[in-house]
């Protein structure tokens, strides 16, 4: 981490001027956008993607890590957001990062929903140079179906500790927004991530790729590992970590760090 700048920018995107935090070492050899993942899983991931934006900019690879619109820093409506804004968040930041590294060779790393989204920006014809995919949401329908059950149980237990009704109804996901922990999920943007499945419709990106499994097994699982091969050029690693997108708090995220950033060293 020594010698490397760590500074604000702005990403524009959209109209939009997105809050950035731009990790550059003296002489950088490449570039990674780091790909935030969905809703409160982004809050609880914050500080182990800041390790890994300044573990990066240690290895000789500039970080921007940013915030997509609607989301953290960044203007505009949670609610109001679709994946096709946020691809366009992503594209914008790789360019920006290509720009501010004199055009290095620029990838992409995600976390869960952000991964899937970075899987397939990076099938455009736009110079992606590698690909991370941090624990993806492999299948956007199974996400939805969980995340509705969560908040379904969540709410059930307030009413149970004595707090407002619960209605179904308001979380039936057939027709309307509904609330995962505090967050409006439009009916749209509900039909756009049950469209995600990265093993039917994988990526079209043929560079090399990273799928890291989090988990307390010593290999990847089987759908970690039909992802890598449903991939050009991928492999799929196993590392121990438990999950940095479920608990708000300090945790040692080294794992998922080292694992990222000595691959980075290879390429």
Same mark, same amino acid.
């Given at each position: 981490?020594?010698? @490397? !700048?760590? /500074?604000?920018?702005?990403?524009?995107?959209?109209?939009?001027?997105?809050?950035?935090?731009?990790?550059?070492?003296?002489?950088?050899? #490449?570039?990674?956008?780091?790909?935030?993942?969905?809703?409160?899983?982004?809050?609880?991931?914050? /500080?182990?993607?800041?390790?890994?934006?300044?573990?990066?900019?240690?290895?000789?690879?500039?970080?921007?890590?940013?915030?997509?619109?609607?989301?953290?820093?960044?203007?505009?409506?949670?609610?109001? *957001?679709?994946?096709?804004?946020?691809?366009?968040?992503?594209?914008?930041?790789?360019?920006?990062?290509?720009?501010?590294?004199?055009?290095?060779?620029?990838?992409?790393?995600?976390?869960?929903? #952000?991964?899937?989204?970075?899987?397939?920006? @990076? #099938?455009?014809?736009?110079?992606?140079?590698?690909?991370?995919?941090?624990?993806?949401?492999?299948?956007?329908?199974?996400?939805?179906?969980? !995340?509705?059950?969560?908040?379904?149980?969540?709410?059930?237990?307030?009413?149970?500790?004595?707090?407002?009704?619960?209605?179904?109804?308001?979380?039936?996901?057939?027709? #309307?927004?509904?609330?995962?922990?505090?967050?409006?999920?439009?009916? @749209?943007?509900?039909? *756009?991530?049950?469209? &995600?499945?990265?093993? *039917?419709?994988?990526?079209?990106?043929?560079?090399?790729?990273? &799928?890291? !499994?989090?988990?307390?097994?010593?290999?990847?699982?089987?759908?970690?590992?039909?992802?890598?091969?449903?991939?050009?050029?991928? &492999?799929?690693? @196993?590392?121990? *970590?438990?999950?940095?997108?479920?608990?708000?708090?300090?945790?040692?995220?080294?794992?998922?760090?080292?694992?990222?950033?000595?691959?980075?060293?290879?390429?």
């Amino acid at each position: 981490m020594a010698g @490397a !700048n760590e /500074r604000v920018i702005t990403v524009q995107s959209g109209g939009a001027e997105l809050h950035g935090v731009l990790h550059t070492p003296a002489d950088p050899v #490449g570039g990674v956008v780091l790909c935030h993942p969905f809703a409160e899983e982004k809050k609880c991931a914050h /500080r182990a993607l800041v390790d890994l934006a300044r573990a990066c900019a240690g290895v000789g690879w500039a970080s921007l890590s940013f915030d997509m619109r609607g989301c953290g820093d960044s203007p505009g409506t949670f609610g109001e *957001q679709d994946l096709v804004g946020w691809r366009e968040d992503i594209t914008a930041a790789a360019q920006l990062l290509g720009r501010e590294t004199g055009g290095a060779r620029i990838g992409l790393a995600g976390l869960r929903l #952000g991964a899937a989204l970075a899987a397939q920006v @990076a #099938g455009d014809p736009d110079g992606i140079a590698c690909l991370v995919m941090l624990e993806p949401v492999v299948d956007g329908a199974r996400y939805i179906k969980d !995340n509705m059950r969560r908040s379904i149980i969540k709410a059930m237990m307030t009413k149970r500790d004595g707090g407002e009704a619960f209605d179904a109804t308001s979380m039936a996901g057939g027709e #309307g927004a509904v609330d995962f922990d505090g967050y409006t999920v439009s009916a @749209a943007m509900q039909e *756009q991530i049950k469209a &995600v499945n990265l093993v *039917q419709s994988p990526s079209d990106f043929g560079g090399p790729t990273l &799928v890291v !499994n989090l988990s307390s097994g010593d290999e990847p699982t089987e759908e970690m590992q039909s992802l890598a091969s449903a991939c050009k050029q991928a &492999v799929a690693v @196993a590392v121990k *970590q438990e999950p940095i997108w479920q608990r708000i708090g300090l945790m040692d995220a080294s794992p998922t760090v080292e694992a990222v950033t000595g691959w980075l060293q290879q390429l």
